[in-house]
């Protein structure tokens, strides 16, 4: 069976740009979490979206968003890149939001420059 | 405010030998205690994981320890190879997850 499967697996971007990540959950998997990873520290909560609403957000700045569509994929989307915005994007998904294993993928780099 | 506290932050241990990983956590509204294993250019891959209801779990050479009073939990790899070494997370969760801050493991033949 095919885990979570996140595209691109890397970008290069400049200050101020937009990007846009993807993410396929596992099969099944209703819940999609989004995690900020920056080098030598361990993944920052974005966002849980679970049957298509938000059901969490991080202290992550408005320039952050994301969405979660029908067949449970998802969307993250980050506005006005700064520098600081370099890290590993990882998707995780589970059944459920709460109190199920989470299962990652392995990630977007997205380098800013 | 973090809420998980993980220590050792490196850890060296010769083949064979116990990898011991400690948490500490501070929201004790957490209802799932995770262990993550990470490879360089990986995603973080679940190791083992536990509730507050139970104060061991065991999975082969993986073994957690819960102490819900203290607030702690740990990670022992028993047996510990050179395939161990990777960066282990630990986590607490009442829907999102919070990490510690990881530990890099080093076993050395």
């Known amino acids: 069976d095919a885990g979570v499967t996140q595209s691109p697996t890397h970008l290069i971007k400049t200050r101020g740009q937009h990007v846009t990540l993807r993410c396929s959950p596992i099969s099944g998997h209703k819940s999609v979490s989004w995690y900020q990873q920056v080098l030598g520290q361990g993944p920052q909560f974005i966002f849980q979206y679970y049957e298509k609403e938000e059901r969490g957000r991080g202290n992550f700045p408005d320039r952050f968003s994301a969405r979660q569509f029908p067949n449970y994929s998802s969307e993250l989307n980050v506005n006005a890149l700064l520098l600081g915005d370099s890290a590993l994007y990882l998707c995780?998904?589970?059944?459920?939001?709460?109190?199920?294993?989470?299962?990652f993928g392995d990630g977007t780099r997205l380098s800013i420059l | 405010q973090q809420q998980v506290k993980q220590s050792p932050q490196s850890l060296i241990v010769q083949k064979g030998g116990i990898s011991i990983i400690n948490c500490a956590y501070e929201n004790t509204a957490f209802d799932y205690f995770p262990w993550y294993q990470q490879f360089p250019g990986k995603g973080p891959a679940l190791l083992i994981a536990?509730?507050?209801?139970?104060s061991e779990k065991k999975e082969g050479r993986f073994t957690i320890s819960f102490n819900k009073s203290a607030k702690q939990f740990s990670l022992h790899i028993m047996d510990s190879q050179p395939g161990d070494s990777a960066t282990y997370f630990c986590?607490?969760?009442?829907?999102?997850?919070?990490f510690g801050k990881g530990t890099k493991l080093s076993v050395k033949p």
């Open positions: 986590g607490g969760s009442q829907g999102n997850l919070i």
């Open positions: 995780a998904s589970s059944f459920r939001p709460q109190g199920q294993p989470q299962h």
């Open positions: 536990i509730r507050p209801d139970v």
